[in-house]
T-cell receptor, first 113, second 112 residues
């Protein structure tokens, strides 16, 4: 059983650029959630995808968008990057459109300069 | 109110001690309360979780105590070991089930 994998592990961008982060869910999982974790803080919910549809969204602006593919992998896209977007972006997979027994990847560390 | 407040921010105990981490919430619609453990460079990993119909749950050396009337819950780590040194997060969600609200984290150090 493969775990949750995220790519890339680290990324440096400049303000105003766009970024795409990728996540492969654990085998057998059809739900992917994305979280943003600023340094020294708890993760904050961005959105969840279940069966290729957005299934809930946190308090993030529309420039944060996502996709889920038929194989349940997912992408997080962030447009018009701001300095405050610098954070660890975590992907988590689960079954059934809920958040019980979330399995997190190791994250993508994004630095915006 | 969606906040989950966690304390303390950091904690140092000796090996064998019993660190206790506390969380409080306001939203009475919350009905699922997990604890996650995070090591540096890794994502959070689920340790143990509880629902409000029980007041205590044990899994190995980890125990959750839950006080529904006070809207508080806590994590106890029995016989703590240096390998337990990590950051611990409490979280909560309601029955819509698609979003976890995390506390701010507790950095635990267990000294040998």
């Amino acid at each position: 059983e493969t775990g949750v994998t995220q790519s890339p592990t680290h990324l440096i961008k400049t303000r105003g650029q766009q970024v795409t982060l990728r996540c492969s869910s654990q085998s057998g999982h059809n739900t992917v959630s994305w979280y943003q974790q600023a340094l020294g803080q708890g993760p904050q919910f961005i959105f969840q995808y279940y069966r290729e549809e957005e299934n809930g969204r946190g308090n993030f602006p529309p420039r944060f968008s996502g996709l889920q593919f038929p194989n349940y992998s997912s992408e997080l896209n962030v447009n018009a990057l701001e300095l405050d977007d610098s954070a660890l972006y975590l992907c988590a997979s689960s079954r059934g459109g809920n958040n019980e027994k979330l399995f997190f990847g190791s994250g993508t560390q994004l630095s915006v300069l | 109110q969606q906040q989950v407040k966690q304390s303390p921010q950091s904690l140092i105990v000796q090996k064998g001690g019993i660190p206790i981490i506390n969380c409080a919430y306001e939203n009475t619609a919350f009905d699922y309360f997990p604890w996650y453990q995070q090591f540096p460079g890794k994502g959070p990993a689920l340790l143990i979780a509880i629902r409000p119909d029980v007041s205590e749950k044990k899994e190995g050396r980890f125990t959750i105590s839950f006080n529904k009337s006070a809207k508080q819950f806590s994590l106890h780590i029995m016989d703590s070991q240096p390998g337990d040194s990590a950051t611990y997060f409490c979280a909560a969600s309601d029955n819509a089930g698609n979003m976890l609200t995390f506390g701010g984290g507790t950095r635990l150090m267990v000294k040998p």
